[in-house]
């Protein structure tokens, strides 16, 4: 069966030092893979999307970027994390047929 | 651009009571369109799809593309449908999903 794996769950990190969260996913091949946000208090906005190995598309302007270095990986990324980074990010992947299937989630605090 | 309405933010319903989660969307082609549901410290999970047309848990949601609308409901609201749920319409080349800003819906008891 399809599963998604993120990592870690919750995280506080200081102004200015990087991030890097991770998404995995097994039982499928060649996913769309997909990095939500939801701030407090927000709905779910769409970050970053990808289609295939080294395709990353970016919904909107920000501090963070993306990257899918294997077939099943993806992952979000930050070089200098702000204060507005903090959230709840989710990882989704679509394989096909079904809904969206989500990940647990990251619980980021920017302090 | 494409778009998700969900008015209101707090739905609070007695138990037994009808129960219906608005949603509205803006989209210029076909609409594909979701209802989510995050429960207690649970992840978000697929509630049901317009294309499949299935009942799941007691709830139901219609395309209406006239009034495009994807209303969720359910004719008895029980304590253990209490969550946060989201409506979302799927789009693009990407199969991108825009979410509704959510509706947390409160089952008394």
């Known amino acids: 069966s399809q599963t998604i794996h993120q990592w870690p769950a919750t995280l506080v990190q200081p102004v200015g030092s990087p991030l890097s969260l991770e998404c995995t996913v097994e039982?499928?091949?060649?996913?769309?893979l997909y990095w939500y946000r939801q701030a407090a208090g927000r709905g779910l906005q769409l970050l970053f999307y990808s289609v295939g190995i080294g395709q990353i598309s970016s919904e909107v302007p920000q501090n963070l970027s993306a990257s899918r270095p294997q077939d099943r990986q993806f992952i979000l990324s930050s070089k200098k994390l702000l204060l507005s980074d903090s959230g709840f990010y989710l990882c989704a992947w679509r394989g096909g047929g079904n809904g969206y299937t989500f990940g647990s989630g990251t619980r980021l605090t920017v302090v | 651009a494409q778009r998700v309405t969900q008015p209101e933010k707090l739905l609070s319903v007695f138990k037994g009571a009808p129960v219906e989660l608005k949603c509205n969307y803006s989209y210029s082609g076909s609409p594909e369109l979701f209802w989510y549901v995050q429960y207690s410290r649970q992840r978000l999970q697929l509630l049901l799809r317009?294309?499949s047309r299935e009942s799941i848990k007691g709830f139901t949601a219609d395309l209406n593309k006239g009034e495009t609308s994807f209303h969720l409901k359910k004719p008895f609201a029980q304590e253990e449908d209490s969550a946060m749920y989201y409506c979302?319409?799927?789009?693009?080349?990407?199969?991108?999903?825009?979410f509704g800003g959510g509706t947390r819906l409160m089952v008394k008891p």
């Open positions: 317009h294309i």
């Open positions: 979302a319409l799927s789009h693009g080349a990407g199969n991108m999903l825009t």
């Open positions: 039982g499928t091949s060649n996913p769309n």
